[in-house]
C-alpha cells in the first residue's frame, strides 16, 4: 500500500463529483478522516484551480499542524484524460505545482499522465467498469484501480461488485476502492470484506451542506430511492446513472431515452450543461434521509462502520 493511502482514519475515498466537488467539500471531507477529491473540471476558468489547489493546500497544512496527533486525510483530484479535455496539460501543471498527493484518472489509461504523477510523488488511481480495463491501467504505470460496478453514480458500469473485485484481486494486489451504491457504514465493511481497500462514496456526499449542487438536487435525493434511477448514455456518450425525476424536469420521458452515438463523447461546456440539468446519482441513496454537513455524514459511516465490524466479531 503507497504510503499516502496507508492507515486512513476511515477506508473511504470521497469520489470527485463534476460541479458538485469544491474545495469547502474536500477539505472537510479530508479533516473527518477521508480522502476529499473534486474534478480538475470543476474548476472554471481553468485560472481558478490554482487556488482551489493553494486554499486546500493551506487549509489542510494548518489543520495538520494544529492536530499533529489527528492530521487529515490526504485529498485527490480526478483528471479527465479522454482526449476531449483540452485542459488537461494545464490542469497537470498545477497538479504538479502543488504536489497533490492522489491523482484520479479516468476515461483512458495514459502512461505519460501516470509518470508525470509519480514525477513529484504522487499516487494514480484509475477508474475502470471491467477487468480488461483495469489490467490496461496497471500495465500503463497506474498504482491503483478505483472499480466502478453496477449503481454507481455518473459514469458507472455493469458488473456486479463481486464479480469485478474477485476477478481483479485474482491477479492485482494492490489498492483496490470499490464505487457501487455505497451509503452505509455496513457496506463499507462489505466492500473490504470482498476484497476491496477502499470504499469510494460518491452520490450521499451531493445531500451535503458544503455540496456545490443546487437545493433541489439534494432534496431529490433524500426523497429518492434506487428505483428513481436510471441507466443511459444519452447527455454524455457514456453510461452513467441519473435521477429520473431531474430528466422529467429536463422534458424527457426517462423510460423512452434514445441511444446516444459514443464516438460524440463530451466534457466540455456541452457535458457541463447536461449535468446542470440532468442530476447523476446512484441507486444507493434510499439510505439518504436528510441534508447534513459532510462531518456528519462521515460520524454516521464511521459510527455504522463500527457497529457492523462489532456485529460480524459476534458471530
Same mark, same amino acid.
Given at each position: 500500500?503507497?504510503p ?5 482514519p476511515l477506508p ?5 463529483l463534476?460541479i ?5 467539500l474536500v477539505?472537510?471531507?479530508?479533516k *473527518? ?5 473534486m474534478?480538475?473540471?470543476n474548476a472554471?476558468p481553468?485560472?481558478q484551480?490554482?487556488e482551489?489547489? *493553494?486554499?486546500i493546500?493551506e ?6 499542524k494544529a ?6 486525510a490526504?485529498?485527490?483530484v480526478n ?13 497537470m501543471q ?5 504536489k ?5 484518472t479516468?476515461?483512458?489509461a ?6 508525470a ?7 494514480v ?21 478505483i472499480?466502478?460496478?453496477a449503481?454507481?453514480?455518473g ?11 474477485q ?6 494486489d494492490?489498492?483496490?476502492?470499490l ?7 455496513g457496506?463499507v465493511?462489505?466492500a473490504?470484506?470482498m476484497?476491496a481497500?477502499f470504499?469510494?462514496?460518491?452520490s450521499?456526499?451531493?445531500?451535503t451542506?458544503?455540496?456545490r449542487?443546487?437545493e ?8 429518492s430511492?434506487s428505483?428513481?434511477i436510471?441507466y443511459?448514455n ?5 453510461h ?7 430528466i422529467r424536469?429536463a422534458?424527457l420521458?426517462?423510460?423512452k431515452?434514445p441511444?446516444?452515438d459514443?464516438?460524440?463523447m463530451n466534457?466540455g ?14 441507486q444507493g ?7 447534513v454537513?459532510?462531518r456528519?455524514?462521515i460520524?454516521r ?5 463500527e457497529?457492523?465490524r462489532?456485529?460480524l466479531?459476534?458471530?
Amino acid at each position: 500500500m503507497p504510503p499516502v493511502l496507508a492507515n486512513l482514519p476511515l477506508p473511504i475515498i470521497g469520489s470527485p463529483l463534476f460541479i458538485i466537488s469544491n474545495p469547502k467539500l474536500v477539505i472537510e471531507q479530508c479533516k *473527518a478522516g477521508v480522502v476529499g477529491a473534486m474534478p480538475a473540471l470543476n474548476a472554471r476558468p481553468a485560472e481558478q484551480l490554482e487556488e482551489w489547489l *493553494a486554499e486546500i493546500t493551506e487549509t489542510l497544512a494548518a489543520y495538520n499542524k494544529a492536530h499533529p496527533h489527528k492530521p487529515a486525510a490526504p485529498f485527490a483530484v480526478n483528471q479527465i484524460v479522454h482526449k476531449s479535455n483540452d485542459r488537461l496539460e494545464h490542469d497537470m501543471q498545477m497538479c504538479a505545482k502543488y504536489k497533490v498527493p492522489i491523482v484520479i484518472t479516468s476515461l483512458g489509461a495514459r502512461t505519460d499522465v501516470n509518470d508525470a504523477v509519480h514525477g513529484w510523488g504522487g499516487v494514480v488511481l484509475h477508474d475502470i467498469i471491467n477487468n480488461s480495463f483495469a489490467k490496461k491501467a496497471i500495465e500503463k504505470g497506474a498504482d491503483g484501480l478505483i472499480a466502478v460496478a453496477a449503481g454507481a453514480g455518473g459514469h458507472a458500469g455493469v458488473k456486479s461488485p463481486f464479480a469485478l473485485i474477485q476477478e481483479i484481486r485474482d491477479w492485482f494486489d494492490g489498492p483496490i476502492a470499490l464505487s457501487g451504491a455505497i451509503s452505509t457504514g455496513g457496506a463499507v465493511l462489505a466492500a473490504r470484506a470482498m476484497g476491496a481497500d477502499f470504499a469510494y462514496i460518491g452520490s450521499a456526499f451531493i445531500a451535503t451542506e458544503e455540496a456545490r449542487a443546487v437545493e433541489g438536487y439534494k432534496q431529490m435525493i433524500v426523497a429518492s430511492s434506487s428505483d428513481d434511477i436510471i441507466y443511459s448514455n444519452l447527455f454524455t456518450g457514456v453510461h452513467g446513472n441519473y435521477l429520473k425525476d431531474s430528466i422529467r424536469n429536463a422534458g424527457l420521458d426517462p423510460d423512452k431515452l434514445p441511444e446516444s452515438d459514443p464516438s460524440k463523447m463530451n466534457f466540455g461546456g456541452d457535458a457541463k450543461k447536461a449535468w446542470k440539468d440532468i442530476w447523476g446519482c446512484g441507486q444507493g441513496i434510499g439510505a439518504v434521509k436528510e441534508i447534513v454537513p459532510a462531518r456528519v455524514l462521515i460520524a454516521r459511516l464511521a459510527a455504522e462502520y463500527e457497529q457492523a465490524r462489532k456485529a460480524l466479531a459476534l458471530h
